[in-house]
């Protein structure tokens, strides 16, 4: 049976978010990271969406993103950026398979207030975890 087609609103801002497969350590290495944040900015302009926080940890990712003009970029944005992540990881680890848990998650945020509340969750992510004691100190964020 077929997916229904997501219908995301032109101009909005969207939480956007997945973690590993089988919740296993997807980013596990710093330059795991490195590449899927690389996939981020490689394609934001190509599909016209604004990237405006993300938080990359070892099983799960946090993107908030605002939409442009054609909002169905989104999912464009969304799969280059995924497949691209699994096809380079799978070929570098000799593996083959899924690394996301099925398809992203993505929450509009409608108020100014949640796309706040969305800002806050994703920068303090690694604090709530115990990775690091503030924010600042966690480098694979950005808001």
């Given at each position: 049976?077929?997916?229904?087609?997501?219908?995301?609103?032109?101009?909005?801002?969207?939480?956007v978010?997945?973690?590993?497969?089988?919740?296993?350590?997807v980013f596990?290495y710093?330059e795991?990271?490195?590449l899927f944040?690389?996939?981020?900015?490689?394609?934001k302009?190509?599909?016209?969406?604004?990237?405006?926080?993300?938080?990359?940890?070892?099983n799960?990712?946090?993107?908030?993103?605002k939409?442009?003009?054609d909002?169905i970029?989104?999912?464009?944005?969304?799969?280059r950026?995924?497949?691209?992540?699994?096809?380079?990881?799978?070929?570098?680890?000799?593996?083959?398979?899924?690394?996301?848990q099925?398809?992203?998650?993505?929450?509009?945020l409608?108020y100014?207030k949640n796309v706040?509340?969305?800002?806050?969750?994703?920068?303090?992510?690694p604090v709530r975890d115990?990775?690091?004691?503030?924010p600042?100190d966690?480098?694979w964020?950005?808001?």
């Open positions: 049976m077929a997916r229904a087609p997501r219908n995301y609103k032109s101009n909005s801002y969207y939480h978010y997945n973690r590993g497969n089988n919740k296993e350590e596990k710093a795991d990271k490195q944040i690389n996939q981020l900015y490689k394609n302009d190509l599909c016209e969406v604004r990237l405006v926080s993300y938080c990359i940890m070892d799960h990712f946090h993107l908030l993103i939409t442009g003009k909002p970029k989104l999912s464009n944005f969304m799969q950026v995924t497949t691209s992540y699994a096809v380079n990881i799978n070929k570098k680890r000799n593996r083959v398979g899924h690394i996301f099925g398809r992203y998650n993505a929450n509009y409608p100014k706040i509340r969305v800002q806050s969750y994703i920068r303090q992510n115990g990775i690091v004691k503030k600042s966690y480098r964020t950005k808001v």
